[in-house]
């Protein structure tokens, strides 16, 4: 069974810049589309990004213009890039996505989540 594996998060101090990085664990499954999540201690799940099949992204209000989803083809990998960090942002970031193999759609896979904790 495939599974998404996040990597990148850390601790870093408020202004400071992390990319986290999401990738299929078996390479014959490519990215179709996919989102970030995140939840903090004792608060729900909250959608941070999401970018489509074609590459249109759409951002929660709290990070607009801080915060980057790409996707890279080649690598097979998606990607968010967070500016700015606030001490708001500390959560765990969750990496979801359709995949597809083979022409088959694979739907609703989540990663095990990577740590960004933000000292003031």
């Known amino acids: 069974q495939v599974q998404l594996v996040e990597s990148g998060g850390d601790l870093v101090q408020a202004g400071d810049s992390l990319r986290l990085s999401c990738v299929a664990s078996?390479?014959?499954?490519?990215?179709?589309?996919a989102d970030w999540y995140r939840q903090a201690p004792g608060k729900q799940l909250d959608l941070v990004a999401g970018i489509t099949t074609d590459g249109r992204t759409n951002y929660g209000d709290s990070v607009k213009g801080r915060f980057t989803i790409s996707k890279d083809v080649a690598k097979n990998t998606v990607y968010l890039q967070m500016n700015g960090l606030k001490p708001e942002d500390t959560a765990v970031y969750y990496c979801?996505?359709?995949?597809?193999?083979?022409?088959?759609?694979?739907?609703?896979?989540w990663g095990q989540g990577t740590q960004v904790t933000v000292s003031s």
């Open positions: 078996k390479t014959a499954y490519v990215f179709d589309s």
């Open positions: 979801h996505a359709d995949l597809l193999r083979s022409g088959v759609r694979y739907l609703d896979n």
